[in-house]
């Protein structure tokens, strides 16, 4: 067997395009090496292969649906996730006071060391500091871990307030 390939039966259509749409459908078709008719073809059949796709991703994704039905009432998903929703709550409200204790803390021992500065040197310490508590917590996650290993940067930023 040559490398030639083993045609399927065809069938003639006649289709009808804007003068505009067969001038562009002409000139790809010529830029490509490949005729009109080769062209319109291969855009059809890639067409048919997308909706055909689609329609197995529906039909997927409802198997998938009814295997988690199945499995699992949606009263009991539910349940599960607003438990720990409210679990997660909780956790964020006792880091949140602990947050605002520390800080608080932090800026009576600061007071107490600055007692030699003036009160706006202190106001300007305190407001670039939550700046850069602000800049910290607007990082990506992915940023987090180089952000605090990169020491010399950390120490430049500690060195502006």
Avoid: C
Avoid at 41 to 49: F, T
Avoid at 63 to 92: C, F, G, N, P, S
């Amino acid at each position: 067997m040559g490398g030639g390939s083993i045609k399927k039966p065809t069938q003639k259509r006649s289709i009808n395009f804007t003068t505009e749409t067969l001038e562009t459908l002409d000139k790809l078709a010529a830029k490509n090496h490949t005729t009109t008719s080769e062209l319109v073809r291969g855009y059809v059949e890639k067409g048919l292969s997308i909706e055909g796709s689609r329609e197995d991703i529906d039909f997927i994704a409802r198997i998938i649906r009814q295997e988690i039905t199945a499995v699992y009432h949606v009263d009991e998903i539910k349940a599960i996730a607003d438990h720990d929703t409210d679990r997660l709550a909780k956790m964020l409200m006792k880091i949140g006071k602990i947050n605002g204790a520390i800080f608080f803390l932090l800026i009576k021992v600061l007071m107490n060391l600055a007692n030699e500065g003036s009160e706006d040197d202190f106001d300007q310490l305190l407001s670039e500091a939550v700046k850069l508590g602000v800049d910290y917590m607007q990082k990506k996650d992915f940023q987090i871990n180089s952000f605090l290993q990169d020491t010399s940067n950390l120490w430049e930023l500690a060195e502006k307030l």
